[in-house]
């Protein structure tokens, strides 16, 4: 039987008479530290074992051709009119990180894409992270550029902001690039210094489950939350020249230059200046092999991401609930932009079936929706295959 990558292979051959550069850049998930990127917190995500799969190769003209193969749709336009797409999406990923190389003063011919994936999509499992991570590796492998994976990382986030409109911090497309297998990579958003965190836990596994909420709100009001976290550190600065991003601020500096101002943007940054904090104590946690606190700081990053920070849902806080008191699982919380997708669950592993026997049947008749979940595996991140 073919592999699906021997398919995706012959597909492409079939239709472009050449043979392709086969990329594979990951999802990711984050134990903790959520919406604290662009703030220049710390985040702690690890790439996973879902991953878009990219066959490129380069063209003798001025032609694009992409095909999303999961989806049949096929879309075809010049690297001389390279520009975002209304109303379809998953170009957009694709064209944005092709017109980095465009930016950077590289020469970009003409070239053959087709997608195929397997993070689901509008998971929070940054799907389009995948997407862009794969074209910027494959077309940094076809032209020669030689580009270190920092600077590609940035490259596929810039793709994010410019051609999908997401203001988006840095940790999806840093994680599907330069993820390592069984790690976490605890990463400083400030300056982009990062350190490789084991994390291979006897006994327990890490749970998804999929509220199958497709998160629409997610990319306005994300984009929001950025700009009242950039209006909370503005009103600060008028008293504190020195900070330059909710990292420097302190509970003390919020409920003194924010509070008065505006009780919901005190709401929000209070959130990401605890949720830091919580990062940190959080990898000492792990460093001592202390779980069970590491699992407790991630309900409490639920509570301030669904009753301070304002991104969850109805179906995400039905799921976090339902394990809050049973002793299988360890942690559980949103993951994510919020409004939809998953919740991450750290469980022990032979107690995964009879939860899910049992929150199945309870998520299905109470939301109304389908409920799926995976067992993700913390990979590699971006490779030529
Ligand atoms: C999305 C963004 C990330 C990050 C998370 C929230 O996944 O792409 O940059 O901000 O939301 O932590």
Redesign the pocket.
Same mark, same amino acid.
């Given at each position: 039987m073919q592999t699906k990558h021997q398919k995706l292979k012959a597909y492409f051959v079939e239709l472009f008479q050449q043979e392709p550069l086969l990329v594979k850049s990951p999802g990711r998930v984050?134990i903790i %530290?959520?919406?604290? &990127?662009?703030n220049g917190g710390f !985040?702690l995500p690890g790439a996973i074992d879902k991953a878009a799969t990219v066959a490129l190769s380069l063209r003798n003209d001025d032609e694009i051709h992409l095909v999303a193969l999961d989806l049949n749709e096929k879309f075809t336009c010049n690297v001389a009119s390279l520009k975002p797409v209304a109303d379809i999406n998953w170009p957009n990923y694709m064209l944005g990180s092709a017109a980095q190389f465009v930016k950077r003063g590289v020469k970009l011919p003409g070239f053959n894409a087709v997608l195929s994936s397997d993070v689901p999509m509008g998971a929070?499992l940054?799907s389009? $992270?995948a997407v862009e991570s794969a074209v910027v590796f494959g077309l940094n492998e076809l032209l020669q550029t030689k580009l270190d994976r920092i600077t590609m990382v940035e490259m596929a986030?810039k793709a994010?902001h410019e051609y999908a409109g !997401?203001f988006? %911090?840095? /940790? &999806?497309?840093f994680a599907s690039i330069m993820g390592k297998k069984d790690h976490l990579m605890k990463l400083d958003c400030r300056n982009l210094s990062y350190e490789h965190v084991p994390f291979k836990l006897e006994g327990i596994k890490i749970l998804l489950l999929n509220t199958n909420v497709k998160h629409s709100l $997610?990319s306005s009001e994300?984009n929001t939350r950025r700009k009242e976290c950039m209006q909370a550190v503005v009103w600060i600065q008028a008293h504190h020249p020195e900070v330059t991003s909710l990292r420097d601020v302190t509970l003390e500096m919020l409920n003194k230059h924010v509070l008065p101002k505006n009780k919901t943007i005190h709401q929000r940054s209070r959130f990401v200046v605890e949720e830091i904090n919580r990062l940190i104590t959080g990898c000492e946690d792990l460093q001592k092999g202390d779980i069970n606190a590491l699992g407790k700081k991630m309900f409490e990053t639920h509570d301030g991401l669904s009753n301070m920070y304002g !991104?969850s849902c109805k179906e995400l806080d039905f799921l976090v609930d339902f394990v809050k008191n049973r002793n299988e699982v360890i942690g559980s919380r949103m /993951?994510?932009?919020?409004f939809g997708g998953c919740t991450i669950n750290l469980v022990y592993e032979n107690t995964i079936e009879q939860l899910i026997a049992d929150i199945k049947p309870a998520y299905e008749n109470a939301m109304g929706l389908q409920l799926d979940y995976y067992i993700a595996s913390i990979e590699n991140g971006s490779e030529i295959i």
């Open positions: 984050n %530290g959520e919406h604290t &990127d662009y !985040v929070g940054s389009s $992270a986030q994010e !997401v988006c %911090g840095i /940790m &999806d497309q $997610a994300y !991104v /993951m994510g932009g919020g």
